[in-house]
């Protein structure tokens, strides 16, 4: 069993919906999260960073931690075709940024 | 413009041939890493750096080499390349505060 589980998609959502995309983790250690998105043929660039339980807001963004049941979600509201890439989420025991394990992906496409 | 940089972007080579991808970063971070990715596994770790001559071995290590002699520079050596070795490789760098900042990747393939 993957550390890190995340359902590889592909999610295609219409224009407008509201996404959910998610990650389960067996590492009970793990207390920092963070969701990056990939763009076709580009390197992975954060999108969201929390420690610990609780929901983080960030525009159209919403992260949530629930560490009690080892499961982390990303909410996209609004989506717009820009948001088609490759999510990935992250976790990490330290806050370096330096020992990262990721998920494997979810491919998302938004279409107008 | 604060950037992590890899050379080169693709690379055919052959198996057994000695190569160097090279990452460098302009942030002055102390923290670098390599990851590779391959479709279904996401990206693991192959070595991280914590400092100038401070390396360690990450999750997948075998068959890789890395040096820290600078604190920009991070390189990948492959010493003797094999086929599983091809995948998409990415260097990252962070400060110590959580993000880490991704080069755009090396594509290499093996033959």
């Known amino acids: ?112 | 413009e604060a950037q992590v940089t890899q050379n080169p972007r693709y690379l055919i080579t052959v198996t057994g041939k000695k190569l160097t991808v090279t990452c460098s970063q302009n942030m002055n971070h102390e923290y670098m890493s390599w990851y590779r990715q391959d479709p279904g596994l996401g990206l693991r770790q192959i070595y991280y750096s914590m400092n100038v001559e401070v390396t360690d071995k990450g999750d997948v290590p075998e068959g890789y080499k890395v040096s820290r002699k600078e604190k920009r520079n991070f390189p990948l050596i492959l010493e003797s390349p094999s086929p599983n070795q091809t995948s998409l490789y990415f260097c990252a760098s962070s400060l110590g505060t959580g993000e880490a900042f991704f080069g755009q990747g090396t594509r290499l393939t093996v033959v």
Do not use: H
Not at chain 1, 18 to 47: D, H
Not at chain 1, 75 to 80: A, E, P, V
């Open chain 1, 1 to 112: 069993q993957k550390e890190v589980e995340q359902d590889p998609g592909p999610l295609s959502v219409p224009e407008g919906a509201i996404v959910s995309l998610n990650c389960t983790y067996s590492n009970s250690a793990f207390q920092y999260f963070m969701w990056y998105r990939q763009y076709s043929r580009k390197g992975p660039e954060l999108l969201m960073y929390t420690y610990s339980s609780g929901n983080k807001e960030d525009g159209r963004f919403t992260a949530q931690v629930d560490k009690s049941s080892k499961y982390i979600s990303l909410f996209i509201r609004d989506s717009q075709p820009s948001d088609s890439a490759t999510y990935l989420c992250a976790m990490s025991e330290n806050n370096a940024g330096n020992m990262l394990t990721f998920g494997g992906g979810t491919r998302l496409m938004v279409k107008p």
